[in-house]
């Protein structure tokens, strides 16, 4: 397995409170990034990132923050969570953009998010 | 902008008989990738097979195959000989070269459901 880890798998929250994702690989890949997955949406983009410090918003970026101070950690914040964004969010991580289908994304466990 | 659709919400299938899942596309890059995930219900996100755009045969692993008609802008996932375990979510994604990043952009996905 891809050692990408997602913490917390689960978390409760209230409307309001900001909360922290964790992304953690050790597989030295370059990129980064952080989906959601809501039901008749698929899994959407919010950031995602190029390298250390080096980071780009996706499709839905709004209320969103990340940071990736290391190759092995990328971190998604909300700031103050609201309800829309209960959701289950994934990490993956990829080693190249190359036309390779090597190059493909790999996914974390999930993180099941739920805003109160 | 790339988009990915998926016009079936859900399917059924009997065992062991072959099963097309469908997957259209819409692009302006004339190179790019196209992927296929699948989703269990423990949750995670599990790829499956890679089409790339100048390839000249249709990708096959295994019991999956991607039918690909570039014309139609279209990549069809067929499963032959459905298995119970193959009972799952399915995406199709897809990447255009051009864009930065190695971002891959995801249809809303096919709940497939086989029959004993």
């Known amino acids: 397995d891809a050692g990408i880890t997602q913490s917390p798998r689960h978390k409760v929250t209230e409307t309001g409170t900001p909360v922290t994702l964790r992304c953690h690989q050790t597989?030295?890949?370059?990129?980064m990034y952080w989906y959601r997955q809501d039901p008749g949406h698929g899994l959407r983009l919010i950031h995602y990132?190029?390298?250390?410090?080096?980071?780009d918003k996706g499709e839905v970026s709004d209320g969103y923050s990340v940071s990736r101070s290391k190759t092995e950690d990328f971190l998604l914040t909300l700031e103050s969570a609201t309800s829309s964004q209960t959701s289950v969010y994934f990490c993956?991580?990829?080693?190249?953009?190359?036309?390779?289908?090597?190059?493909?994304?790999?996914f974390g466990a999930g993180s099941r998010l739920t805003v109160l | 902008a790339q988009k990915i659709t998926q016009t079936q919400p859900g399917m059924f299938v009997q065992e062991k008989e072959a099963v097309t899942l469908d997957c259209t596309y819409d692009?302006?890059?004339?190179?790019?990738?196209l992927f296929w995930y699948k989703q269990p219900s423990s949750g995670e996100m599990i790829f499956l097979i890679y089409?790339?755009?100048?390839?000249?045969q249709n990708a096959t692993e295994g019991r999956y195959s991607l039918n690909f008609q570039k014309a139609r802008k279209s990549a069809n996932l067929v499963i032959s000989a459905s298995q119970l375990g193959d009972s799952a979510m399915y995406f199709c994604?897809?990447?255009?070269?051009?864009?930065?990043?190695?971002?891959?952009?995801f249809g809303a996905g096919t709940i497939l459901r086989v029959k004993s």
């Open positions: 993956a991580i990829s080693g190249g953009t190359g036309v390779s289908g090597a190059n493909v994304l790999t």
């Open positions: 597989e030295n890949h370059r990129y």
């Open positions: 990132s190029y390298g250390v410090k080096d980071t």
């Open positions: 692009t302006s890059d004339p190179s790019y990738g």
């Open positions: 089409q790339g755009s100048y390839d000249q």
């Open positions: 994604a897809m990447r255009a070269h051009m864009e930065y990043g190695n971002k891959l952009v």
